[in-house]
């Protein structure tokens, strides 16, 4: 089956670490995406991808950083400069960047800082 | 900036009542997005308009985008207890979500 594979499910930091989330597809879409969810918020765009070594930062990028190597891939560091990390994080993927793709989401990466 | 407001925030509903979340942008928008995401969950798309004055359906679903491509709803028919989660809309031109309308459906 097609989807989006994030892990791990459940991540613990501790003060002053940077800490990497996953998210792999194999939908052969283009595009992917970085959401941070928090209660009674919406999704909030961290970063995304249009296409292989490129990505642009979304509304809320500080204190996180992207790397896109491989179609597949897009993973996601939550750096010690994001003061407040504790959040859910989706990651998503359509087949373009243009807003007539449907965005397919992963289960989310729940992050809480220790 | 472009803002996407989405109201009400919750709504509890007998099952069998009718809901209704609207979504107004700042701007207009080129296309509109709706999905719903269960408690624990993640988003699942459930439909997108593009041309003004849309109107689509689905089962007991409608949504609507306004004449101005700047506001659009989706309203539930007798509403289901399936029918519990949040319904976000997504407004396009730059990717925005809104908040969202968390719904709860009392037996």
């Known amino acids: 089956d097609g989807g989006i594979t994030q892990s791990p499910k459940y991540l613990f930091r501790k003060e002053g670490q940077n800490v990497t989330l996953s998210c792999e597809q194999n939908l052969n879409h283009d595009a992917m995406y970085w959401y941070r969810q928090d209660p009674g918020q919406g999704l909030r765009l961290i970063y995304y991808s249009q296409i292989v070594n490129d990505f642009q930062k979304g509304d809320i990028a500080e204190g996180y950083s992207v790397s896109r190597e491989k179609k597949e891939s897009f993973p996601l560091t939550v750096t010690s400069a994001q003061k407040n990390p504790t959040a859910f994080y989706l990651c998503a993927s359509s087949r373009g960047i243009r807003g007539n793709q449907p965005q397919h989401f992963g289960d989310g990466t729940r992050l809480s800082i220790l | 900036g472009q803002q996407v407001m989405q109201i009400p925030q919750y709504q509890h509903v007998q099952e069998g009542e009718d809901f209704t979340t609207y979504c107004n942008s700042s701007?207009?928008?080129?296309?509109i997005q709706w999905y719903k995401q269960r408690p624990g969950g993640h988003p699942v798309f459930l439909i997108q308009l593009v041309k003004s004055g849309e109107v689509k359906k689905q089962k007991r679903l409608t949504f609507q985008f306004g004449e101005a491509k700047k506001n659009s709803s989706l309203h539930i028919t007798a509403t289901q207890t399936t029918d519990v989660g949040t319904y976000f809309c997504?407004?396009?031109?730059?990717?925005?979500f809104g908040k969202g309308t968390r719904l709860h459906i009392l037996p």
């Open positions: 701007t207009t928008l080129s296309n």
């Open positions: 997504a407004g396009w031109g730059k990717i925005i």
